[in-house]
């Protein structure tokens, strides 16, 4: 069993940076898949970033090049690091982690994905 606790979302005005934290649990964390997703009201959730136990990662067309997700596996903490925020990067994120060990494109899909942290509120002002 894999728990996850995300942390670090607030308020930001756009051009803004903000740093996700993901706490996670359990001795096989640097086998597993991780990646965060965003839901925004109205809106089916959205695959974001993720990154494999080989550090490989996959990002969303629209974050690339503005976020960075990464991990520490001394720490078990996952992280995704959001510069140059937009009104439309406004949702809740969440962290997310699969025991499939998958990589590339594998790691855009939410059904991948066996446990869930309970989401953070980033929130974006023009």
């Known amino acids: 069993q894999v728990q996850l606790v995300a942390s670090g979302g607030g308020l930001v005005q756009a051009g803004g940076s903000l740093r996700l934290s993901c706490a996670t649990s359990?001795?096989?964390?640097?086998?597993?898949?991780m990646g965060w997703f965003r839901q925004s009201p109205g809106k089916e959730r959205e695959f974001v970033a993720g990154?494999?136990?080989?550090?490989?990662?996959y990002y969303l067309n629209s974050v690339q090049g503005r976020f960075t997700i990464s991990r520490d596996h001394a720490k078990n903490m996952l992280y995704l690091q959001m510069n140059s925020l937009k009104t439309g990067d406004t949702a809740v994120y969440y962290c997310?982690?699969?025991?499939?060990?998958?990589?590339?494109?594998?790691?855009?899909?939410?059904?991948?994905?066996?446990?869930w942290g309970q989401g953070t509120q980033v929130a974006v002002s023009s």
């Open positions: 359990g001795r096989t964390f640097s086998t597993y898949h």
């Open positions: 990154i494999g136990w080989n550090f490989s990662t």
């Open positions: 997310a982690a699969g025991g499939g060990g998958l990589l590339g494109r594998s790691l855009g899909r939410a059904d991948n994905y066996e446990y």
